[in-house]
């Protein structure tokens, strides 16, 4: 009898259609879960026909799969992972290969693969980007880990991922590289949802504009070049009403915002290896400071905001200004998050290639938009940006619409509309384009208490000054 050529483990929505999806591409399915009522139902509901199998143990799970056995974890990150390959690991035999497919961090990513490598286990930790619709029509891609055990599971994973100019999947580099990059990914992610809703709420705020105009005027901003998964998926959101209200969705759903631990690894990784991402680094913040809602509430009964403020510019004037405003947002949100992959790459030896990294995020992924392909192309040419903001192409935007961003953040903040997103992307901006930053006032004051030492503009080494002493 022939035995099931792909594993799968875990049957939340993800992992369901990614199995389905799986099959699908032609390649027969077995599965398990640590509910092993889900099991059963899932055979007889959705996979009812097609060449899925289920498996109610580790142990059967392994007997049913041909060798090398090739097994997909879609299990929550952390400590879950660590106990399903507990449970499977006397099952394995050498040069079986385990897929870790949620969202774990990658030094988790690469304390397993060394653990499990003392055994002959091979293990890919590989980043799926798409949400429950790309699992089950294809994602983006990214595994990571060694190019033998991806040989193992090319066939499967490139055949089930998005095409665009080819499978949105690519070998991402060693070890945990797979994971880093869905991280930054991730964090991007972040960002450029931060801004978008500070974007809704200011023409919220300013114009008085209900959900269903905005709606339609992102509409028309994707239908141009800020067209996105994520300003797609804004306007349906705000078209959507609510059937038992008759109000617009948004206006009903509580504005605490969730966040799995991503957008946070991101920003702490990019504190460790010294980087600026602070579009990602405030979106994070936001989420956290919507989690107060009570505390919000009383507050906004005890500190006072502005009056009610008026656009200072014509309507259609400040929409336009709006869209340059997000454009630039969404471009500067792209552009820290390949900093810090340039920056882990280095650090990591991972290798890996920026360009290739933007393809795969052409299609099945969250933050796919129109914007990848100049990015792709940036980060092919020779030389390489150090950063995206000042490639040809990018820098030409930035320079012509940041003076739009300033706009709209001024309004915004006379308005009390908070902007932690906008107003990040325009200091990062204005920060890198700056030559002579105020940090040589920073350096002076640590020498004065710490005796830290400092540079001179006029000669090398490393200075100190006695500072109370008179001059």
Same mark, same amino acid.
């Given at each position: 009898?022939?035995?099931?050529?792909?594993?799968?483990?875990?049957?939340?929505?993800?992992?369901?259609?990614?199995?389905?999806?799986?099959?699908?591409?032609?390649?027969?399915?077995?599965?398990?879960?640590?509910?092993?009522?889900?099991?059963?139902?899932?055979?007889?509901?959705?996979?009812?026909?097609?060449?899925?199998?289920?498996?109610?143990?580790?142990?059967?799970?392994c007997s049913v799969l041909e060798r090398p056995r090739r097994i997909i974890l879609m299990v929550k990150a952390g400590e879950a992972v660590d106990s399903m390959i507990a449970r499977f690991r006397p099952h394995l035999q050498k040069g079986d290969l385990l897929i870790d497919g949620g969202n774990s961090f990658f030094k988790d990513t690469e304390r397993r693969l060394d653990d499990l490598a003392?055994?002959?286990?091979?293990?890919?930790?590989?980043?799926?980007?798409?949400?429950?619709?790309?699992?089950?029509?294809?994602?983006?891609?990214?595994?990571?880990?060694?190019?033998?055990?991806?040989?193992?599971?090319?066939?499967?994973?490139?055949?089930?991922?998005?095409?665009?100019?080819?499978?949105?999947?690519?070998?991402?580099?060693?070890?945990?590289?797979?994971?880093?990059?869905?991280?930054?990914?991730?964090?991007?992610?972040?960002?450029?949802?931060?801004?978008?809703?500070?974007?809704?709420?200011?023409?919220?705020?300013v114009l008085r504009m209900k959900p269903a105009e905005i709606s339609q005027t992102f509409g028309k901003w994707n239908n141009?070049?800020?067209?996105?998964?994520?300003?797609?998926?804004?306007?349906?959101?705000?078209?959507?009403?609510?059937?038992?209200?008759?109000?617009? %969705? &948004? *206006?009903?759903?509580?504005? !605490?915002?969730?966040?799995?631990? /991503?957008?946070?690894?991101?920003?702490?990784s990019a504190l460790d290896l010294g980087v600026a991402v602070p579009t990602i680094a405030m979106a994070v913040e936001g989420r956290i400071l919507s989690a107060f809602k009570d505390e919000r509430v009383a507050a906004s009964k005890i500190l006072k905001g502005p009056r009610v403020h008026r656009a200072s510019m014509h309507r259609t004037q400040f929409i336009r200004a709006c869209r340059d405003a997000l454009y630039v947002a969404v471009i500067s949100c792209y552009a820290q998050g390949m900093a810090l992959l340039r920056a882990a790459s280095n650090e990591y030896d991972y290798n890996l290639a920026l360009d290739g990294i933007a393809r795969i995020w052409k299609g099945g992924c969250i933050i796919r938009s129109k914007l990848l392909d100049p990015i792709a192309a940036a980060y092919k040419g020779n030389p390489?940006?150090?950063?995206? %903001? &000042? *490639?040809?192409?990018?820098? !030409?935007?930035?320079?012509?619409? /940041?003076?739009?961003?300033?706009?709209?953040?001024?309004?915004?903040?006379?308005?009390?509309?908070?902007?932690?997103?906008l107003s990040s992307v325009l200091g990062y901006i204005d920060s890198y384009r700056t030559a002579r930053l105020p940090q040589n006032l920073t350096q002076a004051q640590r020498d004065y208490f710490g005796a830290h030492t400092y540079e001179r503009t006029d000669r090398k080494g490393a200075f100190h000054t006695h500072w109370t002493v008179p001059s």
């Open positions: 009898m022939a035995k099931q050529q792909v594993g799968l483990v875990g049957l939340a929505v993800m992992g369901e259609n990614l199995a389905i999806n799986i099959e699908s591409n032609g390649f027969s399915v077995a599965v398990f879960n640590r509910t092993v009522a889900k099991v059963t139902r899932f055979i007889e509901n959705q996979a009812a026909g097609k060449n899925i199998v289920g498996a109610y143990s580790p142990k059967e799970l003392a055994d002959g286990i091979l293990y890919i930790g590989t980043g799926v980007s798409g949400g429950e619709e790309g699992a089950l029509h294809g994602p983006c891609i990214m595994p990571g880990g060694s190019k033998k055990a991806y040989a193992l599971v090319r066939n499967v994973l490139e055949k089930c991922a998005a095409l665009v100019d080819g499978p949105c999947c690519t070998y991402i580099g060693p070890r945990g590289a797979g994971h880093y990059v869905k991280m930054v990914h991730n964090g991007i992610e972040y960002g450029m949802m931060q801004c978008i809703a500070e974007v809704y709420d200011t023409l919220k705020a141009a070049e800020l067209g996105g998964y994520l300003v797609e998926i804004t306007t349906a959101c705000l078209a959507r009403v609510d059937p038992d209200t008759g109000k617009p %969705l &948004v *206006d009903v759903i509580l504005d !605490k915002a969730g966040q799995k631990g /991503t957008g946070k690894w991101t920003s702490q390489k940006p150090a950063n995206l %903001l &000042v *490639d040809r192409r990018f820098a !030409k935007i930035i320079n012509a619409r /940041t003076r739009s961003l300033r706009k709209v953040i001024a309004e915004a903040m006379t308005a009390g509309v908070p902007v932690l997103g």
